[in-house]
Each structure stands twice: as C-alpha cells, then as structure tokens.
C-alpha cells in the first residue's frame, strides 16, 4: 500500500513546480565579439535563489521515492550553503526538520536563510569534515543524509523532462545560433555537468561541454590526470565550486575539456559583470562567464561563428561580506588588476 504521507509529500513538491515558471536566459551584449553570442542562464530567479533549487527538488523526490525519507525523517545535508538553502525550503515544505552541515567560513547571509526556511546549521572547521560529521549526525538522529554529491547525477532526468538542458536547447530555438558551440559550467557536485554532458550525446548535438574549476579544486587535475584518487588540502575560496576530492557524482567522461580558473579571475569577472547586467552575481558565476570569455576569444581568433551558453548561479546580495567587500578581496583573493585590465577591453 502506498504510503499517505509519502504521496502527499510528493504532490506538494510536484505542486511548487507547476507553480514556478522556467528560468531566464539572457543574452549578454559583446560588442567585439561579431558572429559569437554568448548566453546565461539566469537561475537566481529559482524561489531559493540558485541552481541548487532543482537539485534539492530532485534529490527530495528521489529519496521519497526510494523510500529513504519517511514522515518525521530528520533531513540532514553537506553544504556549503545553496543546496542547504533549497533543500531546507523543501524540509519546511513536507514538514521535516532539517540540518545543514557546513564549513565555519559559510557566507553569513546563506546561514541566516537556512535560518529563515527553519533549518539549522552545524558547523565544522574544514570543508573535509563535513561528510563524516554529516553521517554521524544521520545515524545519531535517525535520519537522512541526502549526500548530494553522490546522488546529484542519479537523481536527476538528463533526457529530459525540462531538465537544465532540455530547457536551454528549448529557449535557444530561435537564435542566431540555435545549437551551441559550447556550454561551459562549473563542478560543485559534479551533477549539473553531468546531466549537461549526457544530454548532448543523448541528443547528438555537436555542442563541446567545458568544466571550468577555481583554484584548491581536485577536479581539474583528475580530469587532466584520469586519476579520481587526487585529494586537496584545502577548500576552495569560490563558494559552492569546486572540491578537495573528486565527489561521486563528478563524471569526467562526459566533459569534453576543462580549464583551471584564477580566483582572482572569478571577482574580477564577478564586478565586470555587474557592470553589464546592473546587479550582483556569486563567484561561481565569474568562474563560469571568465570560462566563457575565453573560449569566445578562441572562437574570435579563429574566425568562428556561434553561441556560448553557461549559467548564472546565484545573486550577489549573498555574498556582500565577502567579495563584494574590497578588504575581504585584498585579504583572501588578492590583487585583482591584471584581470580587471584583461576584461577592461571586452
């Protein structure tokens, strides 16, 4: 017999769906780019706020699904902030409690809207300890940890279903340049890249996936070295990117190239862009459009034609204390200059 409470849960995450309009994507204006558009992918405007808002609706159906979350289950998540945020809506949603694991240096305003949807925080001091302690506090509370960087790339569709893809090729149909030369996006779990990747082989297109990853992270260099064993010492300083060990969920067979990013390069990226959209963007996003930018110019340089796709990940409001603070930058990020130079003439 069918669980009442599990069917209801469902219904109300599938109801908020219904409820919530596909998100935007943008054309961003590059002058001295002729023939080469390039497009982002705006999901800030999710109710949470971010990208994640369609992991934590996938990973919540997922373990109802499967069973692993039951009425009264203590859900309990490793976050670094937006997959928390997301998830906790959904927890208050069906009316479970929730925790997120996370590292002390989180950004203050993510913890204030876990805060909001209900949620609390536990805190660890190294970004490595959260799956440990994410386990433990799981088994101590009998609950659930979700663990999205194993199952962000199961749990969910990439054939379709208005997946992130699905919904990119559907919105680029009556541009200039409708297929893609490329989609570029950062790591985090590795889901997203995942279900870019396998939906271009599913579809044939000759779209390229390139997988741009800040600087601490492992993914770049087990991609490069075929090595899934490299492990980092320390976090990344771009939130929400970018790892100390290459997560399950990360699959480098379906990325076509990825390439290392600066830091610095991000925040620069990050207040160049505000320039041209008129609002705040995260870190993640400056990775993923400096990514961009280059494979633009390789494309200019080499006389080509065509789109570029990536997302914008999350708003800048959360990140106010932190890259948008100059004397946070010039203590944990460094000199910006030659970046800022480098984006000056685009």
Known sequence: ??????????????????????????????????????????????????LKHRLARSLFLYGLCNGWIKEGTTIIEASSGSTAISEAYFARMIGLPFIAVMPTCTARRKIEQIEFYGGRCHFVEQSGQIYAASEQLAKELHGHYMDQFTYAERATDWRGNNNIADSIFRQM??????????????????????????YIRYKGHPTELMVVDPENSVFYPCFQQKDRSITGQCGSRIEGIGR?????SFIPEVIDSMMQVPDAASIATIHWLEKKLGRKVGASTGTNVWGALQLAIKMRDAGEQGSIV????????????????PQWVANNIGDLSSFEAALSGI
């Open 1 to 50: 017999m069918t669980n009442s409470w599990v069917t209801r849960a469902i219904n109300e995450i599938e109801a908020d769906y219904q409820r919530s309009a596909d998100t935007h994507l943008m054309r961003l204006a590059l002058s001295d780019f002729p023939g080469i558009s390039l497009y982002l992918k705006d999901e800030s405007t999710h109710p949470t706020g971010s």
């Open 310 to 325: 990536t997302l914008l990940c999350d708003s800048g409001e959360r990140y106010l204390d932190t890259y948008y603070d």
């Open 244 to 248: 100390p060990r290459a997560e399950p």
């Open 173 to 198: 149909e009556r541009e200039p340049f409708p297929i893609p030369r490329y989609l570029v996006m950062s790591a985090g779990t590795g889901g997203t890249s995942a279900t870019l990747g396998r």
